[in-house]
């Protein structure tokens, strides 16, 4: 897979439940290709901009879609990375601001 293949996929599955990619194309390109570079790495797509541990069970609430995204979006318009976004940010309705770090300390690697 291809980084215009994950794009189309993932736009086809997750417009319909209210998830937008950022309308930011270069840099969608540059985090759906880092999750196909983590998808070679460790066998899953970890979110491109936290690190991952390589073990599955470890990194599970990072897998993208990560398990903070739904809370981000509804919070603050946009995922951590700002992969996700909500209509209402990319029509510029919201002000984007700073997402803050949802994992648990506990969970990342230093």
Known sequence: MDVEQLYHMLQKTQEPIGYFFNKDVELIRDL???LLANKERYG???CPCRLASGERDKDK???CPCIYREPDVNEYGSCYCNLYVSK???DGIITRSYIPERRPPDNMLY
């Open 32 to 34: 759906l290709g880092s």
């Open 44 to 46: 899953y797509m970890s």
């Open 61 to 63: 609430d990072i897998i």
């Open 88 to 90: 209402e940010w990319n």
